[in-house]
């Protein structure tokens, strides 16, 4: 177990004077994920912005021991990223300029904002990490949403943060990416002592992307821990109202018979 | 990229050169450079050089043309500025109201005689500039009280509510007296006839720290075309930085309008066409912005004192209808490709 890294204590965060996120608690250690799981408008992308701090909130959530309510935007942005589900491509930079971006807080030069060769060989790694330099120089209107969700992954890569927060992350994804995107944040928050918290639809990838689990339901916790200890058929069939557990089983059968 | 901005300077260039060489004389610009040389550095005149083509030259040309192109420069920054900022392809300073607040301005000292304690030839311009630049203000601190963060479509709709409600006050004095409403009208044309050297020596500053600062931001320019959150997330300090850009762009808007009257298109054209051919990384968008769109005024300029000469027609017509159709070339047949 590593230190704590990220703390939230009784964080509620809404909009236009309404909780949709009410007095949730959590802690993320160094080296360790979180995934986050909950039907669709249960507060689970709000609790996000309000970690990276674009959206007011109530509560303390605390950064390395230090509320951020205390942090400058850039002293928060230079621990924190976020891989937002609604990205999306205005204008036709290219893909190499767009993760560039990235390094907005890591490059030094503070008059044009010219890279050094540090921050160009970051992230020609970034580039390589989502697999995007056949297509560098291409323009990101051109590209298709997986690729375009790539980009994204690799600029929040280039801001090379403590913490990754993820919403939806393998939205547009195909399976392969999927579950190498999975598997390549695991071995970056455990190899370099970081953390990823993850808003999940997919309970599988969830269950492989972090051991704990926090399952959110009408803006609150319904449950947090361990996967092993606190998912049962029950608490899911609470939370989406389905036979989750039952669904999964079918599946499974289903598979069994593929040859 | 470095053969095509050096061929784009050129290009401004030459405009330039054509509008101070054109006109009822023509000047040839071996001439234009030695009449120059005379003027600023006290170079013996050539006798073939007349004392009079020095005068049009020196006096009415020059000026002329540099102010076209200044404002063509300002208007093209302020407009590459405000579409970034409000990620909006049509938005300007026009759209949040600083046209129809310079006009108000204008029209209460036509109407009213409005004076201030500095010489006349000042006073339209501060009025129409104060009130330009108040009625934005009004509009983002307005957006900003109703909406905490501040988001594009609030800044664009409270713009627009301020701006449809100074013009209906600025119709109303219009309608109410009537005899001025001609002078009101042409102010509002734009112009750039009977002004000299004195306009250039506050515009020329103004749009040089505005394009300076506007390059200085190209980076958050850059990320806050991919929405304020990403922007924010990030590390930009969003609401600092919007505030300061707007404000900057109305201040180029603003300063140019004052005085040579409402010119539209270019700072909607210019930057669009900028994108089209370098990419849409502003440390190119905002210098090239204002070379072409200086350049495209100049020319705009040239026709409006040329065409119908010894009359002139009003350049802000001539902007909208030679930029339009190149505009539309410019725009949908790459779309189409």
Redesign the interface.
Known sequence: MGQKMLELINVSAGYNGTDVVKNVSLAVNAGENLSIIGPNGCGKTTLL?AV???L?YRGEIALDGKPTRKL???EI??K???L?QN????????VY??VM??R??H?KDR???LPSSGDKDFVLECLKTADLLDVKDREITRLSGGQLQRVFLA?VLA?DPAVILLDEPTNHLDLKFQIELVEYLKQWASQWGRAVVGVMHDINLALRLSARLLVMKGGGVSAYGNADEIMTGGLLENTYGIDVAGYMRELLAVWENVK | MKTKIIVTAAAALAALILGVAVGSVYIPPGDILRIIAHMVFGARLPEEISATSAAILWNLRLPRALLAFVAGAALSVSGAVMQSVL?NPLASSYTIGVSSGASLGACLVLLYGAALPMPAMLTLPVFGFAFGLGTILLAVAFASGID?RMENNTIILAGMVFSLFVNAVTTLLMAMSGEYMNRLIYWQMGSFAMKDWHTLYILVPLTIIGALFA??C??EL??M???E??A???????KRVKWALLICASLLTGGTIAFVGVIGFVDLVAPHIV?RIF???H?YVIPLSALLGGAFMVICDLAARTVVSPSELPVGAVTALVGAPFFAYVYFAKRKA
């Open positions: 912005k990276a701090n674009i007011p400058k935007q850039r942005s230079r924190i990223a976020m937002s990205s999306g491509a205005y204008f036709s930079y290219t300029d767009t971006m990235g907005y807080l490059i008059l044009l904002g600029q801001q | 990620r905490s390059v200085r190209n980076r850059d990320m075309t991919f929405g959150e990403q924010k997330t990030m590390g930009v300090s969003l994108r990419g849409p990384s440390r």
